[in-house]
Every structure is written in C-alpha cells, then in structure tokens.
C-alpha cells in the first residue's frame, strides 16, 4: 500500500506523515454564495497527518465530545466520513443526525499556521473597541451612575471624577468627542482618562479576545457568525426574542453553550479574519494566496510566518 501527503490549504505548506494539523469540516453557506461559498460546519478538529489521508491521534476536547453526541459516532468515526468514501457508507447507516451533513467537505490546515493565525490580531483591531458596551467600560473601571436627556447618548459613566456618555456601543466625552481606540494620539481613550496600570494590557487585545468578559448575548453576535450564525446587526435581537432556545443542530448546540466553546470560536474568529487579508476563505482547495486590496503588510506577516514554518521542515529532512 502506498501513502501520501495532502497540503494546507491556507499557507500550501506540504502535511506529512506525523505532522500536526487540523481537518475542518466546511459546509455549503447558502446565504452568501458570492462572497464566502463555505463555512466552517464544525470547531476545528486536532491531531497528526497519518500519511493514508487521514487523522490519527485525535485531541479530544469538549469539541470532539459534542460531535460524538450528537452524531453518535466516534471522532475517529466522524473524521473517516471525509476522508475514506469506502468507509463512510458503512457509518452513516448507524449515526445520527446525518442528514446534516448534506453538502459538507473539509479542508487541512497546518497546526502551527493555525495558531498563529488563530491567535494574531491584527494592527487595526488591537485596542479598537466598542468602548461604550458596558462590559468593556466595567472592565476598564467605569462605573455606571445614570442616564440623560440625550436621545442617543443617554448613558453616563464615570472614572476618576470624569464622565462619559455610551449609547451602549460607542462613547463620547460630554463635550461630544469620540472615543475610537484605548491609546494614541487621534480619539483615544488615553487622552481623557489616567488609565490604570493594571488595565493598560486591555490596549493589546481586540474585541473579539475579550470574549470572556462579555454577556453571552454579545458573545454570540460578535462570534457565532463564524459558524453561520445571523449578522451582527440583528442577531441580538434574534436571541433576546428566544424563550426556548433550539437544540436540533451542531450550531444549536455550539450556541447554547458558548462559553463552553468561546476560546475555539474566538480563534476561529480571528482565522477567519486573517484569511481575508490573503484573498481566501474556507475551501476545500485554494489556488492562490495574494494580498487582499489594502492589506499587504498584514499579508506579509503571514508570508513571513509560512517561510518560517516551512524551513523547519526542511531542516527535518536534513
């Protein structure tokens, strides 16, 4: 029997046997063909290229358990209905659910290009926050002391003897300067407030890495679109009118419980994001990783990254 490499399909970087990577699984998105043909139909899946075109040495996590739930299959069972088209008839007669899994495919990515794709944020979210939700004013160390007359800005908070008026998402100082990053010259935050010391790592992170401190509400609409959930614009309208929430679907399910799942989604998230500034998305094979309009250094980052990881393979081979 003979054996075989795949390649990821984010960075073309050769999957050998042994190697960490990751199968996740795609699926058809019906709303916005044009533009994003596939979405992730699950969270990402670890483990090691077995060199037959398969997963072996699969990382359980509470990811792989809810798939086993709810497909009532194994992971290694599940794996195999992508990759072995002999194998995945005999499953299918004993799962569950598996209708779901009408017009879904895969793709593999290098482990350690998800990583660092899943975990850099780039230069123009860093420190840009939806500075009027009141979470991230709570966590900054504003407290709410009331409401005004104002029709929009009708929120007011207070740090050190200052107020701010919030609309719930943005904030503005009471002469009706915005606030639009954490620290810098133009709008920030830094200019009007004495931060705290042990506040200043906030200015690091981006919206989407301060998940945890967030309602589960705002959680869902900055997260779950990822996974095909509803737009930003309306989705917490959707889930506030929600008295008995579904539990049918895998992204029920991934909804009912985000918390449980808020570290896979949000690196999911920023993967998602940085994919766009490759001129890619989820596939079941690219052809190309230019620059997207506008984003050729963040573009080169990546590259940068890619070489590095590659070379390391080449000194394997050594």
């Not at 077995?50 to 709810?70: F, M, S, V, W």
């Not at 599940?78 to 017009?103: C, H, P, Q, R, W």
């Not at 779950?224 to 309306?234: P, Y």
């Amino acid at each position: 029997m003979g054996s075989w490499s795949v390649y990821c399909e984010v960075s073309k970087i050769a999957i050998t046997a042994g190697d960490e990577c990751i199968l996740l699984p795609i699926k058809r998105n019906k709303g916005r063909v044009g533009y994003l043909p596939y979405l992730p139909a699950t969270l990402p899946i670890f483990g090691n290229y077995d060199d037959y075109g398969g997963l072996e040495d699969i990382i359980e996590d509470n990811n792989t358990k809810l798939i086993e739930e709810h497909f009532g299959i194994t992971i290694d069972e599940f794996v195999t209905l992508f990759v072995d088209g002999e194998e995945a008839s005999i499953i299918s007669k004993n799962m569950l659910n598996y209708d779901e899994l009408s017009e879904w495919n895969f793709m593999w990515i290098n482990r350690d290009v998800y990583e660092f794709m899943s975990n850099y944020a780039n230069t123009d979210s860093i420190g840009h926050l939806e500075f009027g939700n009141h979470d991230i004013l709570t966590l900054i160390g504003f407290e709410h002391i009331g409401s005004s007359k104002d029709e929009r800005f009708n929120r007011i908070y207070r740090i050190n003897d200052e107020d701010f008026m919030s609309d719930g998402t943005w904030l503005q100082t009471k002469k009706g300067n915005s606030i639009f990053n954490f620290d810098g010259q133009y709008n920030a935050l830094s200019k009007y407030v004495d931060i705290p010391e042990d506040k200043k790592w906030i200015a690091n992170q981006s919206m989407n890495q301060l998940w945890m401190f967030l309602s589960d509400n705002k959680i869902k609409s900055n997260l779950l679109r990822v996974l095909g959930g509803k737009e930003i614009d309306s989705f917490e309208r959707f889930i506030s009118r929600q008295t008995k929430p579904n539990n049918k679907t895998l992204l029920d399910k991934y909804t009912n419980n985000i918390r449980e799942y808020g570290d896979l989604l949000c690196g999911l998230t920023l993967f998602r994001n940085n994919l766009h500034c490759m001129s890619n998305t989820f596939l079941p094979y690219t052809k190309y990783i230019t620059p997207q309009c506008g984003d050729h250094r963040e573009h080169q980052v990546f590259l940068d990254k890619f070489s590095e990881i590659n070379k390391s393979k080449i000194r394997e081979y050594e």
